[in-house]
């Protein structure tokens, strides 16, 4: 029996090293990677990548630690298939109620968020943050509360188009995907760089919204917010390093169903992208600000490079759904109205 169990114990010592030095290994991965080039000498960018991940912004409850094996990674991605195969029918309106009833979401026919969890120096991640050790946003007790109030407003706020969230006007894309930071949301989850020697576009395939980074520039007044900030660029040898501030107001609160953000025009997020492989760009980035959040905090991905182009994504809601949403919402406050008189008109 000792020998069974010493046995045992090289075993697992033995595997714990060759973990620790593919470890090892996969954290130089990109070091010894000479990217492509541009005429001026700067690594090149370009191309279509998508950051499409089961991983979530913030860490689960159940779950306590970054980095996950890959049997654990197996369950999860397996759970994930599983529930999307249960709610896709071969038929995308299969299900669908009768007019004039709550029609509710999009069943996940329409939905492409990734089927993997996020693989980031060939270590499986359980969230996207990684500083806090948490997982989770540390905010200030007051912006916590804050966050809670905003997103219990979104289902109850239908006064005006103002009160309606951003992607729902067709102004931004839902949540922080257009950023930064840049966050994976439910499908849509493709970025376009085009590089010149002065500036560094990103053009956001949800809502096609187009980021613009001025290198080596300075950030414009305070009075000027854009609606995904004011980015100015520069290259940390073979690293562009991008700083975002002034956002614009209306983005103070950014909604998905898998993440939600509280931020404030004065917050500052500063990105790194690196490319690390012919197929891979490593995107880094800080989240600041002192008022909103107890510390710092930093998430980590990996781009992956898609193939094909980027096509327009022509978003109606704005233009069709959001006047019917405020008719059924007078609709409701009439007959509220009329049942508090009585039921007379």
């Known amino acids: 029996m000792r020998d069974i169990f010493n046995a045992i114990i090289v075993m697992l010592v033995l595997a714990a090293t060759i973990w620790a030095a593919t470890s090892m290994a996969t954290a130089q991965q990109g070091l010894d990677y ?6 001026s000498g700067a690594p090149d960018l370009q191309g279509t990548w998508t950051n499409a991940t089961v991983t979530s912004l913030e860490r689960p409850d159940q779950i306590n630690k970054l980095v996950l094996y890959e049997w654990e990674a197996e369950l999860w991605e397996a759970q994930f298939a599983k529930f999307f195969g249960d709610n896709d029918p071969s038929d995308p309106n299969e299900g669908a109620p009768p007019a004039g009833e709550d029609v509710g979401g999009y069943n996940t026919f329409w939905m ?7 693989r980031v120096n060939g270590q499986i991640r359980s969230s996207i943050i990684v500083d806090p050790p948490s997982g989770k946003v540390p905010y200030h007790a007051r912006y916590r509360r804050e966050l809670t109030a905003a997103i219990g407003r979104v289902g109850t706020a239908f006064d005006g188009p103002e009160q309606r969230p951003l992607g729902e006007r067709c102004i931004v894309g839902f949540g922080s995907t257009g950023g930064p930071p840049m966050l994976p949301v439910l499908y849509n989850n493709h970025y376009r760089f085009v590089q010149t020697e002065s500036h560094v576009m990103i053009l956001v395939e949800m809502n096609h919204d187009v980021r613009i980074v001025r290198m080596n520039g300075i950030h414009r007044g305070g009075n000027i917010k854009p609606w995904l900030g004011d980015s100015i660029g520069h290259w940390d040898g073979d690293t562009l390093v991008v700083e975002t501030t002034n956002f614009h107001p209306g983005q103070s609160f950014r909604a998905a ?23 891979q760009m490593r995107y880094q980035f800080t989240v600041e600000d002192p008022e909103v959040y107890t510390q710092a905090w930093r998430g980590e991905m990996t781009l992956r490079a898609a193939p094909g182009q980027i096509y327009e994504y022509a978003c109606h809601e704005g233009n069709y759904s959001l006047p019917g949403i405020l008719a059924g919402a007078r609709a409701d406050e009439q007959t509220a109205a009329v049942n508090a008189g009585g039921g007379k008109e």
């Open 34 to 39: 000479e990217p492509a080039r541009t005429a």
């Open 112 to 118: 492409d968020p990734g089927t993997r969890l996020m």
């Open 257 to 279: 169903i898998r993440h939600q953000i509280v931020m404030s025009d004065n917050t500052v997020v500063t990105e790194r992208f690196t490319r690390i492989a012919a197929d």
